[in-house]
């Protein structure tokens, strides 16, 4: 460990600078006019993954961007990782609010800024820049590690499933390992311990064949929009808990010890809502606000419309009205079976006076939960405590992941979800940036991590 730890000190510079070089391109998946740079960012993965002496490098094209794959499975009987990453990142937009280009990187106060640095290009290249470190010091892997690394993710992965699955072979693995969150703060460590599911919908009223005068027709027909706000304030009761039957039946209580050790978490529950400009937080009785992120499933409104919203006033009774809805999940709850669930409940409460349409909007993924007493989690802890010298927070994370869904249905693995994102690193903001001291820590732990995997200590 020491020649591996002088190795990456010698090489601080030269590694940033790939860092820099990596962000330099404006691999932004969603923009059709970006196709050739997320074809030159494939590329310049690809050959970061040959730099490093992976093998097998291969650069898969898709109906959309390319993933790129490469191996190394020279560590016979040894546990075999699955690094997954994406070289994909977010648009830049508002360009004003940047104190520099997004894709002209800047070092200033020990982080570097540019689009991509923390979501995901930054981490994903402590990755690799771990399994080079490896290579070049001790010339093997203490494991058989395999990357998979796409460029779709921001826009929701369409060809990811496909591809693991016809490929669950090439792909097959003991345990998976994503950098693609946070730590709880700088110098302290977070594991993620689960993922919450998402389901999306979208829900119609129609009511008249046309808009209506709301004087000649207002109290005689029914209007969609205020028949639409009466089904949705009625699917969740006064203290926050969603009413729908059958929508808590596959969620377990949670786990006393997990719920204890929250308690003891360094939260500020004001200074985090005064963060947010709100006075008081709302959800379901019973729950801290952390539980109710992490633990407890959701039902919200995400969008709202109808009628007229130009400026002035139109006096319309509309014709349609129309919302877009949320379902976070946890524990056993499957998207398919709650998505119907809901699309019951809300064709049976609607009043006769309007039609309903209920449709299903695509993306979303099942919940996760990692087991406590999963051995490489503990050797996950014992990495980022030996190299950070502050025990890991094991925390839960509200949002949705869904390839780590996707390595358990599709490969039947276990995902260590551990992030070395800064909670003010700006992730899909103006200004995004990477710790750069964490960036040198976070790798020394990926060694570790990788070395523990496969027996050495």
Known sequence: ??????????????????????????????????????QACALFTAQLLQEAGLQEVTLHQTPGHPIV??????????????IYGHYDVQPVDPLALWSSPPFTPRWHDQRIFARGAT??????????????ALLR???????????????????????????IAARRQELAADLAVVSDSFMWAENHPAITLMLRGLVLLEVTLTGPNRDLHSGTYGGAVANPLEMLARLLASLKDDQGRVVVPGFYAQVAPPAEALRRQWQTLPFDEREYLASLGVAGSWGEAGYSLLERIWLRPTLEINGLWGGYTGPGGKTVLPSQAHAKLSMRLVDRQDPEGMAELLRRHLLASVPDCVQIEVR?????GYPVTVPLDWPPLQAARRALQESFAQEPLLVGEGASIPVVADFAKLLGLHTLLIGFGLPDANTHSPDESLHLPTFHTGIMSL???????????
Request: glycine share 8%; hydrophobic share 45%; with cysteine.
């Open 137 to 163: 010091c001790e010339g093997a892997l203490p494991v058989n590690v395999i990357f998979l690394l796409e460029g779709e993710e921001e826009i929701g992965s369409p060809n990811l499933p496909d591809f």
């Open 69 to 82: 794959t490469a191996s190394w499975r020279n560590a016979p009987a040894r546990p075999t990782v699955l």
């Open 447 to 457: 060694v570790r991590l990788l070395r523990l995997l496969g027996g050495k200590s």
């Open 360 to 364: 299903r909007i695509a993306g979303g």
């Open 1 to 38: 460990m020491d020649i591996i730890a002088q190795h990456l000190a010698a090489n601080r510079a030269e590694r940033e600078e790939q860092l820099a070089e990596y962000l330099r391109i404006a691999s932004i998946s969603s923009d059709p006019a970006h196709r050739e740079e997320m």
């Open 119 to 132: 979501d995901d290009k930054g981490q994903l290249l402590m990755h690799i820049q771990a399994v080079a």
